[in-house]
C-alpha cells in the first residue's frame, strides 16, 4: 500500500499579495536608487527604482531600463535573476529581482576567509559566473565585494548590480565608470572598459581573500592589460590549479616523511628494512602519479 503526503496541520490561507507594503533597504547617498523588498506572487522579491529626486528625469529613467534590458539577459546561477520590469505605486517603474537570503563578499571573508578551501570554491563561483556574463558580451564595470552576495545556506555566490555595465547591443553608457579602489588603471585615464578591466577588479577582489591567492591577484592586476589573463576561464583554472598545487605540496610533505623513516630504519637495520625503504619508494611514486 502507497501512503499519501500531506500537511501535519491544516495550510493556512496565502498570504494577501500586497506591492504597497514595502520595505525599504537600502538608499544609495551617491546614487540614484534605492532598493525595497517585498512580496508578489507569494514570493519574496526586491525592486530596484530610482530616488524621488531622480524618479522624473528622462535621462536616469533610460539608465534604469538600460540595466534592466542587460540584466534581464544573463541567466545564470551565479548571477541575481531579474524577474521583470514593474511600476510601483509611490516609486514609479522599477526592477524586480529575486530575493538573496545572504550578505556582501566582503562581509563573508571576514567569517570564514580562514577557511581556505571553502573561499577558493567562492572565488572559483565568482569567476566562473564572470566568465558568462563576458560570453554574453556584457562588461560588468563595478566589480567588487559589495556587489557579490554569497548565500546563507550553501554559500552560494550571486553578482548583483548592472547599473554602471555595458554590452555592444546598447548604444548608452559607454562613458568610463566604476568604483576607484577597484578600477583597472586603463579605465581611471578615460580608456575603454572590456573584459580585461573587469579581471583587473576580480584580481582586487582575490586579493582580499588571503596570502593563498596573491599569486594570482598580482597576475589580475598588472598595470598592463595585455599581461592580464585574457579570460576569466583562464583565472579559474588557475584557482583550480591551486587546489591542486596544494594537494601535491601535502604529497611531497608526506613523501619525505616516509623516505626520511625508511632511510632511517634501513640505517639501523640493513636487513629487513632495504626491502621497506623500496616499499615506500614505490608507494611515494604511486601516490604523486594519482594527485597529478
Known amino acids: 500500500m502507497i501512503e499519501s ?10 498570504p494577501k499579495v500586497d506591492e504597497a507594503a514595502l520595505e525599504l533597504i537600502h538608499e544609495s547617498e551617491g546614487g540614484h536608487c534605492l532598493l525595497l523588498k ?12 530610482l530616488r524621488s529626486q531622480f524618479r522624473n528625469d528622462p535621462v536616469y529613467q533610460r ?14 546561477p551565479g548571477v541575481c535573476e531579474v524577474l521583470g520590469w514593474i511600476t510601483l505605486p509611490g516609486y514609479g517603474d522599477s526592477i524586480e529581482m529575486e530575493w538573496v ?8 571573508l571576514a567569517r570564514n576567509g580562514s577557511d581556505v578551501k571553502l573561499t577558493r570554491r567562492v572565488l572559483i ?8 556574463i563576458h560570453r554574453k558580451q556584457v562588461i560588468h564595470k563595478d566589480l567588487k565585494p559589495e556587489n557579490i552576495l554569497v548565500t546563507r545556506f550553501g554559500d552560494h555566490v550571486k553578482i548583483i548590480d548592472f547599473g554602471l ?31 580585461r578591466s573587469d579581471i583587473y577588479s576580480l584580481g582586487k577582489i582575490i586579493g582580499q581573500a588571503g596570502p593563498a591567492f596573491s599569486r594570482i591577484a598580482r597576475r589580475c592586476t598588472v598595470a598592463d ?5 585574457s579570460s576569466a576561464e583562464l583565472v579559474a583554472a588557475s584557482l583550480a590549479d ?36 623500496m616499499d615506500a619508494v614505490q608507494q611515494v611514486r604511486q601516490s604523486t602519479t594519482t594527485s597529478l
Open 165 to 195: 555595465s555595458d554590452t555592444d547591443s546598447i548604444l548608452t553608457g559607454k562613458d568610463p565608470a566604476g568604483t576607484f579602489n577597484y578600477a583597472a588603471p586603463e579605465v581611471l585615464a578615460g580608456g575603454v572598459a572590456d573584459e
Open 125 to 132: 563561483d565568482i569567476t566562473d559566473a564572470l566568465a558568462y
Open 63 to 76: 539608465m534604469l531600463r538600460r540595466e534592466y534590458e542587460i540584466a534581464r539577459s544573463l541567466k545564470h
Open 225 to 229: 592589460p595585455a599581461r592580464r589573463p
Open 101 to 108: 537570503d545572504g550578505c556582501s563578499l566582503g562581509e563573508w
Open 5 to 14: 503526503s500531506s500537511y501535519f496541520v491544516q495550510p493556512g490561507p496565502l
Open 242 to 277: 591551486g587546489s591542486k598545487a596544494e594537494a601535491l605540496k601535502w604529497v611531497a610533505f608526506a613523501a619525505i616523511a616516509v623516505i626520511a623513516l625508511a632511510t632511517w630504519l634501513y640505517l639501523r637495520d640493513k636487513g629487513s628494512a632495504g626491502q621497506l625503504f
Open 38 to 49: 517585498g512580496h508578489r506572487n507569494d514570493r519574496v522579491v526586491v525592486y530596484k527604482a
